[in-house]
């Protein structure tokens, strides 16, 4: 637990070098032309407080007290917006006293700017305003989220709050509060301290008054997250480097303890395949294949296929899922590789092994075989099994067999198209049959920097990347079902946005917003229309195409509006 405090302190530490936490920087800066010395604690303490109280307590509070979260977010918009009008109309303040100290006599110490510098009262004053500028830029800042904060979120939203979450809550947020203390306490220095700017320190306070103005406007029609991902995209190198702080396997371990978890099935690596062979022209024997178990249908074939009767023929066993990206990419290859070499003895077997509970649905998955063109047998391994006789551990994974039932290669992820069909070529000539030195001519679409990867919605795995649920709800293990007029907003960096949803019906709305507005021609997936996701009607639970940058990859604020209730 050790480990785990000190990263998630230096992963606070460091936030204030995010480009996250930048637009917020400049109304931290605006709070302290005034207020007094005790106002930089008040803005740092307002805004740790806020953040870690709200990110543990609001599915709670929600839970308890049903209404729309968004109303927080509102509430610190009209907050910014107000104190930053009071810099632009100082008499503004004296205004609402009058009208207010009738209820109040005490109103007077929470939003006087003008006190006497150095009285007591200013001090308390200063303490109270910055106080109250903090409380509402907690609600509103979102940091760039790591693994740690990324299992904080998780657990918060899934009411799985434990006392080592909220220790490391508080410890990574007294990291964000030090420097972020010490930048406010410069500021409100140089301003207090600098002669040369006495005579101008009424304009100031209103250029930074319009400052604040302008941010709870960017805010209130969240162009601040636009502004963020801007930032992201010119300064990438700062999302790698918080990810390898926290990735550690001591800090991952520890993540694992908090989460209750075991280590679920994995994704292969990105663009790392472990690749089991010799530098030679003959492939290492990696001993014999394990038989079919527990298939509960044999799709493309009509009777169950064994590993003893496909003795004597090359065969490609393929672990996929039909919602994995990864798997999908990998398909095109696949299918040709089959339809090439299918004369000469070939034989590819489509393990489907679902990582979702609605994969294991039969019609799905006979969608995903037309759609995708796939003519070779498919198996359904709703339970496991096959996958466990073979020990695999990632989507997709390759398994190629010789004639004697010899395992002779593995290929776990994508890419290596060109080495793994050379393979297949490899043992073909062994069993005699002749192949030409033509390899299959398609385009590799594996990544080839890092992308924002697979991010999960549900309660019971690992979120790697940064997500915001608005509005109500209904957080499961394996999903996350909506509410009418909830929202969901994600930074990403990708060329490509796909999301596997199961939609209560086939009238389901859900408008598709990409920095800030609605997609268009440019940059929508296929299965958008004019604006909205197009769900499929013969097979709604599916995997569908947002965003295609058309070859692009680059940093954006991808936001969902659901219209209608119960979407997953």
């Given at each position: 637990?050790?480990?785990?405090?000190?990263?998630?302190?230096?992963?606070?530490?460091?936030?204030?070098?995010?480009?996250?936490?930048?637009?917020?920087?400049?109304?931290?800066?605006?709070?302290?032309?005034?207020?007094?010395?005790?106002?930089?604690?008040?803005?740092?303490?307002?805004?740790?407080?806020?953040?870690?109280?709200?990110?543990?307590?609001?599915?709670?509070?929600?839970?308890?007290?049903?209404?729309?979260?968004?109303?927080?977010?509102?509430?610190?918009?009209?907050?910014?917006?107000?104190?930053?009008?009071?810099?632009?109309?100082?008499?503004?303040?004296?205004?609402?006293?009058?009208?207010?100290?009738?209820?109040?006599?005490?109103?007077?110490?929470?939003?006087?700017?003008?006190?006497?510098?150095?009285?007591?009262?200013?001090?308390?004053?200063?303490?109270?305003?910055?106080?109250?500028?903090?409380?509402?830029?907690?609600?509103?800042?979102?940091?760039?989220?790591?693994?740690?904060?990324?299992?904080?979120?998780?657990?918060?939203?899934?009411?799985?709050?434990?006392?080592?979450?909220?220790?490391?809550?508080?410890?990574?947020?007294?990291?964000?509060?030090?420097?972020?203390?010490?930048?406010?306490?410069?500021?409100?220095?140089?301003?207090?301290?600098?002669?040369?700017?006495?005579?101008?320190?009424?304009?100031?306070?209103?250029?930074?008054?319009?400052?604040?103005?302008?941010?709870?406007?960017?805010?209130?029609?969240?162009?601040?997250?636009?502004?963020?991902?801007?930032?992201?995209?010119?300064?990438?190198?700062?999302?790698?480097?918080?990810?390898?702080?926290?990735?550690?396997?001591?800090?991952?371990?520890?993540?694992e303890v908090l989460r209750g978890k075991?280590?679920?099935?994995?994704?292969?690596?990105?663009?790392?395949?472990?690749?089991?062979?010799?530098?030679?022209?003959?492939?290492?024997?990696?001993?014999?294949?394990?038989?079919?178990?527990g298939i509960e249908k044999w799709l493309?074939?009509?009777?169950?296929?064994?590993?003893?009767?496909?003795?004597?023929?090359?065969?490609?066993?393929?672990?996929?899922?039909?919602?994995?990206?990864?798997?999908?990419?990998?398909?095109?290859?696949?299918?040709?590789?089959?339809?090439?070499?299918?004369?000469?003895?070939?034989?590819?077997?489509?393990?489907?092994?679902?990582?979702?509970?609605?994969?294991?649905?039969?019609?799905?998955?006979?969608?995903?075989?037309?759609?995708?063109?796939?003519?070779?047998?498919?198996?359904?391994?709703?339970?496991?099994?096959?996958?466990?006789?073979y020990d695999n551990h990632y989507w997709?994974?390759?398994?190629?067999?010789?004639?004697?039932?010899?395992?002779?290669?593995?290929?776990?992820?994508?890419?290596?198209?060109?080495?793994?069909?050379?393979?297949?070529?490899?043992?073909?000539?062994?069993?005699?049959?002749?192949?030409?030195?033509?390899?299959?001519?398609?385009?590799?679409?594996?990544?080839?920097?890092?992308?924002?990867?697979?991010?999960?919605?549900?309660?019971?795995?690992?979120?790697?990347?940064?997500?915001?649920?608005?509005?109500?709800?209904?957080?499961?293990?394996?999903?996350?079902?909506?509410?009418?007029?909830?929202?969901?907003?994600?930074?990403?960096?990708?060329?490509?946005?796909?999301?596997?949803?199961?939609?209560?019906?086939?009238?389901?709305?859900?408008?598709?917003?990409?920095?800030?507005?609605?997609?268009?021609?440019?940059?929508?997936?296929?299965?958008?229309?004019?604006?909205?996701?197009?769900?499929?009607?013969?097979?709604?639970?599916?995997?569908?195409?947002?965003?295609?940058?058309?070859?692009?990859?680059?940093?954006?604020?991808?936001?969902?509006?659901?219209?209608?209730?119960?979407?997953?």
């Amino acid at each position: 637990m050790i480990v785990l405090l000190i990263f998630a302190f230096l992963s606070g530490l460091i936030t204030i070098l995010a480009p996250c936490i930048w637009p917020l920087l400049p109304i931290v800066l605006s709070s302290t032309t005034t207020g007094g010395k005790s106002k930089p604690l008040g803005i740092t303490l307002g805004i740790i407080i806020s953040f870690a109280f709200f990110t543990l307590t609001v599915s709670y509070i929600v839970k308890i007290i049903p209404f729309d979260p968004n109303l927080l977010r509102l509430f610190a918009v009209i907050v910014i917006g107000f104190l930053g009008l009071t810099l632009v109309v100082p008499k503004l303040t004296q205004i609402v006293e009058g009208w207010v100290s009738r209820f109040s006599g005490k109103f007077a110490d929470l939003t006087r700017y003008n006190s006497a510098p150095g009285s007591a009262k200013n001090k308390y004053q200063g303490f109270r305003g910055g106080l109250i500028t903090g409380f509402a830029l907690g609600l509103v800042w979102s940091p760039c989220a790591g693994p740690i904060l990324a299992t904080i979120a998780t657990l918060a939203a899934t009411q799985t709050v434990n006392a080592g979450i909220i220790l490391v809550t508080i410890v990574y947020v007294i990291g964000v509060g030090i420097p972020l203390f010490i930048f406010a306490t410069i500021g409100s220095r140089f301003f207090s301290q600098t002669r040369a700017l006495s005579p101008y320190t009424g304009y100031i306070q209103k250029i930074f008054g319009v400052i604040m103005i302008l941010t709870a406007l960017a805010i209130f029609t969240n162009y601040d997250k636009v502004i963020q991902v801007k930032l992201l995209d010119a300064i990438p190198s700062y999302s790698n480097f918080l990810f390898k702080l926290e990735s550690n396997q001591a800090v991952k371990k520890q993540l694992e303890v908090l989460r209750g978890k075991k280590q679920m099935p994995e994704k292969a690596p990105m663009n790392k395949n472990i690749i089991m062979v010799t530098p030679s022209s003959s492939l290492p024997n990696l001993g014999p294949a394990p038989e079919f178990a527990g298939i509960e249908k044999w799709l493309n074939s009509d009777r169950p296929l064994t590993m003893r009767e496909l003795r004597g023929k090359i065969v490609l066993i393929d672990f996929w899922t039909y919602t994995c990206i990864n798997c999908i990419r990998t398909l095109p290859f696949v299918t040709r590789w089959y339809e090439k070499y299918k004369d000469k003895g070939f034989v590819v077997v489509g393990v489907h092994t679902p990582e979702f509970e609605f994969e294991k649905n039969t019609n799905n998955v006979l969608g995903a075989i037309k759609q995708y063109n796939i003519t070779y047998p498919v198996a359904q391994d709703n339970d496991y099994k096959t996958w466990r006789a073979y020990d695999n551990h990632y989507w997709p994974a390759k398994y190629l067999i010789d004639v004697k039932g010899n395992i002779r290669y593995t290929h776990f992820g994508e890419g290596e198209y060109e080495e793994t069909e050379m393979h297949i070529k490899t043992l073909l000539k062994e069993a005699g049959e002749q192949v030409d030195a033509k390899t299959v001519d398609l385009e590799d679409q594996s990544p080839t920097m890092r992308m924002t990867p697979e991010t999960y919605l549900g309660s019971s795995r690992r979120v790697f990347g940064s997500y915001d649920l608005e509005g109500n709800w209904d957080v499961q293990k394996e999903y996350s079902s909506s509410s009418a007029g909830s929202a969901l907003e994600i930074n990403f960096f990708a060329d490509k946005v796909f999301l596997v949803i199961t939609p209560l019906t086939g009238e389901d709305k859900v408008k598709v917003i990409l920095d800030g507005k609605v997609v268009n021609e440019s940059n929508a997936g296929r299965d958008i229309k004019n604006g909205y996701i197009r769900f499929s009607e013969e097979h709604p639970n599916d995997l569908y195409n947002l965003i295609d940058l058309q070859g692009n990859p680059s940093n954006h604020l991808l936001r969902l509006e659901f219209e209608s209730e119960g979407t997953k």
